[in-house]
């Protein structure tokens, strides 16, 4: 069993590269639209 697959990952294939790289994807994507829209917020853009 790989390290990445326990704790709270504890289905099977969640150490899949295509499942990381799609996690990565949202997380990332979400983090950068946060910071798009605090922008847009504070600053007339």
């Known amino acids: 069993?790989?390290?990445?697959?326990?704790?709270?990952?504890?289905?099977?294939?969640?150490?899949?590269?295509?499942v990381v790289?799609?996690?990565?994807?949202i997380v990332i994507g979400s983090i950068i639209g946060l910071?798009?829209?605090a922008l847009s917020a504070a600053y007339t853009i």
């Open 1 to 18: 069993m790989s390290d990445l697959n326990r704790g709270i990952m504890k289905f099977d294939g969640a150490d899949k590269p295509a």
């Open 21 to 25: 790289a799609i996690s990565a994807v």
């Open 35 to 37: 910071i798009i829209w």
